[in-house]
């Protein structure tokens, strides 16, 4: 069983940047592949990046690569998301899903494990 808690979201201007972090307890996160999702209001929720346990392999949605980093530390079993040159179309609710295994899924389906989500907002 994981549990995960995301942070670091908030109100930023657009061309800012944000660190979301999402923190498991109950379980290592050693072998477990992260992904990033986002939920706007009123659209379904979209894969945004996952990074998998093995080689930490990273997998990005179209509409974000370049522009956000996925990365991991083990260690303190943590994931971290970097949002850089955020536009206003990256405003949603951002969460963070775990799923046992080292594939890079992008379906919600294939995650076990739900953090509560952060909200980022991006203003003009």
């Known amino acids: 069983q994981v549990q995960l808690v995301e942070s670091g979201g908030g109100l930023v201007q657009a061309g800012a940047a944000l660190r979301l972090s999402c923190a498991a307890s109950g379980s290592t996160f050693g072998s477990y592949t992260v992904g990033w999702f986002r939920q706007a209001p009123e659209k379904e929720r979209e894969f945004v990046a996952a990074?998998?346990?093995?080689?930490?392999?990273?997998y990005y949605a179209d509409s974000v690569k370049g522009r956000f980093t996925i990365s991991r530390d083990n260690a303190k079993n943590t994931v971290y998301l970097q949002l850089n040159n955020l536009k206003l179309t990256d405003t949603a609710v951002y969460y963070c899903?775990?799923?046992?295994?080292?594939?890079?899924?992008?379906?919600?389906?294939?995650?076990?494990?739900w953090g509560q989500g952060t909200q980022v907002t991006v203003s003009s």
């Open positions: 899903a775990a799923r046992f295994g080292a594939d890079t899924r992008v379906r919600t389906n294939d995650y076990d494990y």
């Open positions: 990074i998998s346990w093995r080689h930490d392999t990273t």
